[in-house]
């Protein structure tokens, strides 16, 4: 299986999909999830374009390492990554905490970057406190004990009666997930704030909202969209967090509208 060692301790899973020859696209998985939640999407854009997933660390087939990390670690995978496959310039597309990954790789890493699309995802999300009550819980009790609360937050109500087959099979992956991996991540981004950061922010970026989403609602795209200069605001709807799994064809639409952006901006550079 393939791996890349991104620093002491920590081993990244991932797949690459699409043409060798292709121009590469990146996905950074949301909180909970693995690289597993783009394959409705990867499955539309991998006769285009060379596509990777991989899982955060802590997620899926990644370890976690022994030490505590921010999002700026996070971000210093991904380019451990883009180095083992000698890949730049890529498009990065990241969800909820992959979007956070995403905006600290912008932040430290530009030139690796053709284009940036955040998806669901906020520059900072208050309480501290309430992301260690959550790392603690889960710790003690796995992540089926938000199980419930999680998918509430994910899907619409819609979605969750229409299409139950794929929020079951998104609901029995966070069941696996590991917990102090979970955990970890999640006082990562009780630390975190990039806000004063985002001017650094000079790659084209497409900030993605769901209108139905309560972990991060539009009101956090729109603070992004603010301090990005030059990025474009898309809020789709019905959506809730997970809006790549519950709108796939709305992100494959509107990544492809990115891409053409990016490399065609790349192949007249």
């Given at each position: 299986?393939?791996?890349?060692?991104?620093?002491?301790?920590?081993?990244?899973?991932?797949?690459?999909?699409?043409?060798?020859?292709?121009?590469?696209?990146?996905?950074?998985?949301?909180?909970?999830?693995?690289?597993?939640?783009?394959?409705?999407?990867?499955?539309?854009?991998?006769?285009?374009?060379?596509?990777?997933?991989?899982?955060?660390?802590?997620?899926?087939?990644?370890?976690?390492?022994?030490?505590?990390?921010?999002?700026?670690?996070?971000?210093?995978?991904?380019?451990?990554?883009?180095?083992?496959?000698?890949?730049?310039?890529?498009?990065?597309?990241?969800?909820?905490?992959?979007?956070?990954?995403?905006?600290?790789?912008?932040?430290?890493?530009?030139?690796?970057?053709?284009?940036?699309?955040?998806?669901?995802?906020?520059?900072?999300?208050?309480?501290r406190?309430?992301?260690?009550?959550?790392?603690?819980?889960?710790?003690?009790?796995?992540t089926?004990?938000?199980?419930?609360?999680?998918?509430?937050?994910?899907?619409?109500?819609?979605?969750?009666?229409?299409?139950?087959?794929?929020?079951?099979?998104?609901?029995?992956?966070?069941?696996?997930?590991d917990?102090?991996?979970?955990?970890?991540?999640?006082?990562?981004?009780?630390?975190?704030?990039?806000?004063?950061?985002?001017?650094?922010?000079?790659?084209?970026?497409?900030?993605?909202?769901?209108?139905?989403?309560?972990?991060?609602?539009?009101?956090?795209?729109?603070?992004?969209?603010?301090?990005?200069?030059g990025?474009?605001?898309?809020v789709?709807?019905?959506?809730?967090?997970?809006?790549?799994?519950?709108?796939?064809?709305?992100?494959?639409?509107?990544?492809?509208?990115?891409?053409?952006?990016?490399?065609?901006?790349?192949?007249?550079?």
């Amino acid at each position: 299986m393939p791996y890349v060692e991104a620093g002491t301790g920590v081993r990244l899973f991932y797949t690459v999909t699409g043409p060798g020859s292709a121009p590469e696209i990146v996905f950074s998985n949301s909180l909970g999830t693995t690289h597993r939640m783009w394959d409705a999407v990867v499955g539309e854009l991998s006769a285009e374009y060379r596509c990777v997933r991989y899982d955060t660390r802590g997620h899926g087939g990644s370890s976690r390492g022994s030490e505590p990390f921010e999002i700026a670690d996070l971000a210093d995978d991904l380019a451990a990554l883009l180095d083992h496959l000698d890949l730049e310039p890529v498009h990065l597309a990241g969800l909820s905490l992959g979007g956070m990954t995403g905006q600290a790789f912008a932040m430290r890493h530009p030139a690796r970057l053709a284009g940036l699309t955040l998806m669901a995802t906020a520059a900072c999300m208050p309480t501290r406190e309430a992301w260690e009550e959550r790392a603690a819980l889960v710790r003690r009790e796995g992540t089926q004990a938000i199980l419930a609360g999680t998918m509430q937050r994910w899907f619409t109500t819609g979605f969750q009666n229409s299409r139950s087959d794929v929020a079951g099979k998104v609901a029995e992956e966070f069941r696996t997930i590991d917990r102090d991996g979970y955990a970890a991540c999640c006082e990562a981004i009780g630390r975190m704030d990039l806000r004063p950061l985002l001017h650094r922010i000079d790659t084209p970026t497409t900030v993605i909202a769901g209108r139905e989403d309560p972990a991060t609602p539009v009101e956090m795209a729109q603070a992004l969209h603010t301090g990005i200069a030059g990025s474009r605001l898309v809020v789709l709807s019905p959506a809730a967090h997970l809006l790549a799994v519950e709108q796939p064809e709305r992100v494959v639409a509107e990544l492809r509208r990115d891409l053409t952006a990016s490399f065609h901006q790349e192949a007249q550079s």
